[in-house]
Nanobody
Framework: QLQLVESGGGLVQPGGSLRLSCAAS????????MGWFRQAPGKEREGVSC????????HYADSVKGRFTISRDSAKNTVYLQMNSLKPEDTAVYYC???????????????????WGRGTQVTVSS
């Protein structure tokens, strides 16, 4: 069964850090472009970061550039999102996703992604 499972969310103070993990089962992450999206209450889902399967290039939304880092561990079949200097506006449910097609992941077109995790809550608050 194809599955993505996120973990690592939680409550953190502004300026703090979290590392999200996304473990895949039933398929090999290397064959997919991987993306992280987030959705805050009352807001649309937005792309945060992604890594292209074709060349391993990484991409970020302007709002997180310089603070978030996406990485992939092929041996563990897991993708990570390291989040530093967190701000209250980063509060959202974060979703991991996998795209089989060769679209540019940095376009963050969510309906191009084939598989989704259930999400993990990130709350940034003092």
């Amino acid at each position: 069964q194809l599955q993505l499972v996120e973990s690592g969310g939680g409550l953190v103070q502004p300026g703090g850090s979290l590392r999200l993990s996304c473990a895949a089962s039933g398929f090999t992450l290397d064959a997919y472009s991987m993306g992280w999206f987030r959705q805050a209450p009352g807001k649309e889902r937005e792309g945060v970061s992604c890594i292209n399967k074709s060349d391993g290039s990484t991409h970020y939304a302007d709002s997180v550039k310089g603070r978030f880092t996406i990485s992939r561990d092929s041996a563990k079949n897991t993708v990570y999102l390291q989040m530093n200097s967190l701000k209250p506006e980063d509060t959202a449910v974060y979703y991991c996703s996998a795209m089989a097609a060769s679209y540019y992941c940095e376009n963050f077109v969510f309906y191009n992604y084939d598989y989704w995790g259930r999400g993990t809550q990130v709350t940034v608050s003092s």
